[in-house]
């Protein structure tokens, strides 16, 4: 017997219109937290939607150089803090960037605002 139960595979689920989709799949926007569980007991159409979600933050780009985060050792690419810099964009980097660019900018900001 399976540690648990597939509930995607069973009909369990009623067949949602074009607009209850929609508005599923924005709850799930709204509410989920990316890489956290995802609840087998939720509709497929809002588990479908979480898994989108994770892999939109598994692809996500450095703001700097524009190359793919890597996954680091738990499978997630959350990258670094990029301010001062990718306001704009979604303020993350990637581990070189930070090293050769962002870290080099801070300590330069925090030793100009010291002589002030």
């Known amino acids: 017997m399976p540690p648990y139960i597939n509930f995607r595979n069973m009909k369990l ?21 990316p890489f956290s569980d995802i609840n087998k007991a939720y509709h497929p159409i809002v588990q479908d939607e979480c898994e989108q979600i994770n892999k939109e ?5 450095c703001c700097l150089c524009g190359n793919i985060i890597p996954t680091n050792s738990f499978g997630l690419n959350l990258g670094q803090n990029a301010e001062p810099y990718g306001y704009a964009n979604n303020n993350k980097c990637c581990d070189e960037c930070n090293l050769s660019i962002v ?11 010291g002589n002030n």
């Open 103 to 113: 870290i080099p900018t801070r300590l330069y900001i925090a030793n100009y605002n």
């Open 13 to 33: 689920f009623r067949d949602l219109s074009k607009e209850e989709e929609k508005e599923f799949r924005q709850w799930a926007r709204d509410n989920y937290v």
């Open 57 to 61: 933050k598994n692809n996500l780009k």
